[in-house]
């Protein structure tokens, strides 16, 4: 389980790194030439790699930071290992959840 | 904690070091005691000159006294260290010296761990040599130059005193972590072609509570007398688990 995870995380963090970069690059891009959400939203919706790139980034971050709360909850506030699982499940999930409503609504073909 | 003060006889030129001593077991408090100062002398010195003029029921270990035997480990104003080796001059604080005993183990008496757990995680680690050939085969005739040879000697000079155990953050919040001297250990022995049992070594090393809850923040490293990088011997075990998981071992 600890291997499973460990490695769960080390390679989230490999498709992060560079996922990371290319977001940095493309907030600039998205904010050139005018802020105003109709704007920006002009430029990212209805766009398949916007919402590929944003899709991969939010499940890679989602399970990133599961795994992180987790061992967080499990180190330093010494939780019982069910609780810390279950507690890094459900951030993780949050996370998706949130992350993916957000890709929908900014990426997606309509909102 | 009321601290008690216990003074010593003599004093050379005046000056002396205040040295607290932790005295009990999980319970206990700081006892103060004040022994010459002299030029040349080492922590376990102190201890012992105590132990014979002030305190005859002090509790601790030591065996060897010239950092070989790896018993006289303590906690040093913070740090764990092999006390036959911390020169007072070196390691006192204005004139003070706090000695307790090592972190992460349970207390017994004064300055003495239990370190039974300590050496269960060794055997957990998979830490027991099993040898492949019989006393009527040859030597195993071993490449000092081959990798895993180098590998193996970089990790192999412990002397299990527990200063790395003691110094390690992981071990005091997960107490099934095995810490860096088992897995230093299972390291070793991974890379020891002798080794029959190579692949349950690496396989219990992998485990939970293994190598993969190490932080690599090296505070192993940093402490151990030796100059020995569990650390980096931990690092290689995430190599390998990262070649099990590819290979779908696990
Ligand atoms: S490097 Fe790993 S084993 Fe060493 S002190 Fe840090 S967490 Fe512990
Ligand atoms: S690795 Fe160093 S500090 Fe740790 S037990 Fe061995 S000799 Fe002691
Ligand atoms: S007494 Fe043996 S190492 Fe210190």
Redesign the pocket.
Known sequence: MDLRLFMLQRLTAAVLGPLVLVHLGLILHAVRGGLTAQEILARTQDNAWWMAFYGLFVVAAAVHAGIGVRNVLLEWLRLPRRLGDALGLLFGAALLVLGVRAVVAVGGAWA | MNEVERTVPATEEGRSLTVRIWRGAQDGEFVSYAVPWRANQTVLDVVTEIQRRIEPALAYRFSCRVGVCGSCAMTVNGKPRWTCRSHVGHVHEDGVLTLEPLRNLPRIKDLVVDMSGFFDKWQQAGGRFSGTATRHDPPAAVDPYSRKRRLADAAIECINCGV?HA?????AWKPDYL??AA?NRAWTLVNDERHAGARDTLKRALADGGCC?????????AHCPLGLS??GS?AGLKRLALLEFFKGGR
């Open positions: 790395c110094a390690c953050d992981v071990v810490g860096p897995l809850a190490c932080h690599t923040q090296g505070g192993c490293m569990p650390t931990i």
